[in-house]
């Protein structure tokens, strides 16, 4: 089992970046792949970025450029910097780890872009 735990989101002005965190209870290299993934009101929950064990990186073309999902082995943290954000980027976003055969989720974050 892997515990997520997020933190970093908050109220910022467009154009304005937030640091997102994901603190996993367990050593990252045990885990197969980790990402990202956002639901606005409303809407389905989508992926924003992912990171697989190798450190291979992807991204939702809406966001790239803007956004880098990273990793601190050492803190067992993956972190999504979000950079020029705009007031579609509003949502609560997920952690996901998958582990095994079996996907993790955290509670959320709430960020919130305002124009």
């Known amino acids: 089992q892997v515990q997520l735990v997020e933190s970093g989101g908050g109220l910022v002005q467009a154009g304005g970046s937030l640091r997102l965190s994901c603190l996993a209870a367990?050593?990252?290299?045990?885990?197969?792949?980790m990402g990202w993934y956002r639901q606005a009101p409303g809407k389905q929950r989508d992926v924003v970025a992912v990171?697989?064990?190798?450190?291979?990186?992807s991204y939702v073309d809406s966001v790239t450029g803007r956004f880098t999902i990273s990793r601190d082995f050492a803190k067992n943290t993956v972190y999504l910097q979000m950079n020029s954000l705009k007031p579609e980027a509003t949502a609560v976003y997920y952690c996901?780890?998958?582990?095994?055969?079996?996907?993790?989720w955290g509670q959320g974050t709430q960020v919130t872009v305002t124009s």
């Open positions: 996901n780890a998958e582990y095994g055969q079996t996907d993790y």
């Open positions: 367990r050593t990252l290299f045990a885990i197969n792949g």
């Open positions: 990171i697989t064990r190798s450190g291979s990186t």
